[in-house]
Nanobody, 128 residues
Framework: EVQLVESGGGLVQSGGSLRLSCAAS????????IAWFRRAPGKEREGVAS????????YYADSVKGRFTISRDNAKNTVYLQMNNLKPEDTAVYYC?????????????????????WGQGTQVTVSS
């Protein structure tokens, strides 16, 4: 069974940085994409960044391009989200999610595909 556990959230001042981690277990291959989503109070969930475990292609929301970086360490089964220059509007619960690839032709994972597994989330609060 695939399990995802997020960590690294917290309280940070505007302009600060945080690194989130998503520890994954239960994968039987690297035919997965991992994405970070977030949900702010009163708002819908939105995709933040994604990465393919095979090939490491990445995809970002426009709102975080240039500030956030997603990376993975396959040996540790962990995906990271480095968040720099944080803004109050980045305040949200951040979730990592895994998508089992349906086709070997997929080279990048967008946010509109169905993600099969979800973590419990970690709170990120950015004060102004």
């Amino acid at each position: 069974e695939v399990q995802l556990v997020e960590s690294g959230g917290g309280l940070v001042q505007s302009g600060g940085s945080l690194r989130l981690s998503c520890a994954a277990s239960g994968f039987t291959s690297d035919d997965y994409a991992i994405a970070w989503f977030r949900r702010a109070p009163g708002k819908e969930r939105e995709g933040v960044a994604s990465i393919m475990l095979r090939g490491a292609s990445t995809y970002y929301a426009d709102s975080v391009k240039g500030r956030f970086t997603i990376s993975r360490d396959n040996a540790k089964n962990t995906v990271y989200l480095q968040m720099n220059n944080l803004k109050p509007e980045d305040t949200a619960v951040y979730y990592c999610a895994a998508h089992k690839l349906r086709s070997v032709m997929v080279v990048v994972a967008t946010f509109s595909i169905e993600y099969d597994y979800w973590g419990q989330g970690t709170q990120v609060t950015v004060s102004s």
